[in-house]
């Protein structure tokens, strides 16, 4: 498909008018030329792939200040000189768009305790930060109200600030006391409990029914590896895939899990994953043409996702009629481009007709949404 992309359409056949489809041969389809992928259960990828965690973070004690007083020869009674002790170290969040996923963050995060001031007005040292990377989209809550959103790499949120360093005795010196004994302790940190909610930050989404063949798709024109079958709800978790082009622009691909009626009242697997279609730039319809009155998923998709958040069903979008192969869905293909207005790109995931269609117009979607993110003076989020 790299070279289809370089390359016009085919001739046109008899009459004058191009195919509804493209007759790639399946032999240089991309699913055929590539070697047959390892099958993971759905069951193992879920420790790969985690968008909710509760983490309680604390941060770091202040080091108690010093008690001390100066003595040396000649100068018995020089005073006092504890020095104050240190602060503690803050826990941090920080976005890395290396991370895909909130697997890798504890349960339970700790700053690191300042240092006891010392002798001679010498200041405890401060403890160290501790860094905690999420995935680029995370949400961070507390008590259900959201407290920070980091959208952009390299991002960071205090999420729990160190406690102060005490006071030494030499902070207490004046005239009225010069020999003060009184010293601080060090303050406790911060304790909060956070909840960490990702959401996918990939460029486009593919939206459907259950079996509509999203992953197998997903499967088709990346390298993501989701579980398929042949029953409903195969999907448990979404995948991010990313699709390579020739001049090394990436678009990132999200598998959302399969929406039903009435999702946005939290059926079946509900808002869980309807956050994830929130963050895509555009997004990918995928019918099952092999049904009669493939239209009515359109119209069923496109009421959940407005219902879920005004406006979301008129972002950037193409339809894309899957199961092509299936003698059904060639008698359906026209019926649904009479009933719609939107462009419908049919072809099959499974042999691979008519991927090379797909890849330009997402390549054409993905275009847009960089001159329109650079028009507006913002940077367009890269892979």
């Not at 240190?86 to 768009?97: E, F, M, N, R």
């Not at 004994?181 to 940190?189: D, K, M, Q, V």
């Not at 493939?294 to 950037?316: A, C, F, T, V």
């Not at 797909?358 to 003076?377: I, P």
Request: charged share 20%.
């Amino acid at each position: 498909w790299r070279s289809a992309l370089l390359l016009s359409p085919g001739p046109l056949p008899a009459g004058g008018r191009q195919a509804p489809f493209s007759t790639t041969c399946v032999r240089c389809s991309k699913n055929r030329r590539l070697r047959q992928k390892r099958v993971i259960s759905e069951r193992k990828l879920t420790r790969y792939f985690v968008d909710h965690r509760k983490v309680r973070v604390v941060g770091g004690q202040g080091g108690a200040g010093g008690h001390c007083f100066h003595s040396e020869p000649r100068k018995i009674f020089g005073g006092p000189d504890g020095g104050n002790g240190g602060d503690g170290g803050h826990v941090i969040l920080k976005a890395d768009q290396q991370m895909k996923s909130l697997s890798s963050v504890l349960p339970v995060y700790q700053g690191f305790n300042g240092e006891r001031g010392g002798r001679k007005n010498c200041y405890g040292a401060n403890g160290a930060y501790v860094y905690v990377k999420v995935p680029v989209g995370t949400l961070v809550k507390e008590d259900g109200e959201v407290v920070a959103d980091l959208t952009r790499h390299g991002e960071e949120y205090v999420a729990a600030y160190g406690g102060a360093g005490g006071k030494g005795n030499r902070f207490f010196l004046s005239n009225e006391n010069r020999a003060p004994t009184l010293f601080t302790p060090g303050e406790p940190g911060q304790e909060r409990v956070l909840h960490l909610e990702l959401k996918t930050t990939a460029h486009a989404g593919l939206v459907g029914f259950p079996n509509a063949g999203k992953s197998s798709l997903l499967r088709a024109i990346s390298n993501a590896k989701p579980a398929v079958a042949a029953y409903p709800f195969t999907t448990l978790n979404p995948h991010v895939g990313v699709v390579c082009y020739q001049d090394y622009e990436q678009v990132a691909v999200a598998d959302i899990p399969g929406l039903i009626k009435g999702a946005h009242q939290n059926r079946g697997l509900g808002m869980a994953f309807l956050r994830h279609i929130e963050r895509c730039r555009f997004l990918l319809y995928v019918v099952d043409l092999s049904v009669s009155q493939p239209w009515i998923q359109l119209q069923d998709l496109k009421y959940e996702l407005e219902q879920y958040k005004k406006g979301l069903s008129e972002r950037p979008s193409v339809v894309i009629g899957n199961k092509i192969d299936l003698a059904e869905s060639r008698l359906n293909l026209p019926l649904l481009r009479e009933q719609i207005d939107e462009r419908v790109i049919a072809l099959s995931a499974l042999t691979g007709d008519n991927l090379e269609e797909l890849f330009l117009h997402l390549r054409e979607l993905y275009d847009a949404y960089v001159k329109t993110e650079q028009s507006q003076g913002q940077s367009p989020v890269k892979w």
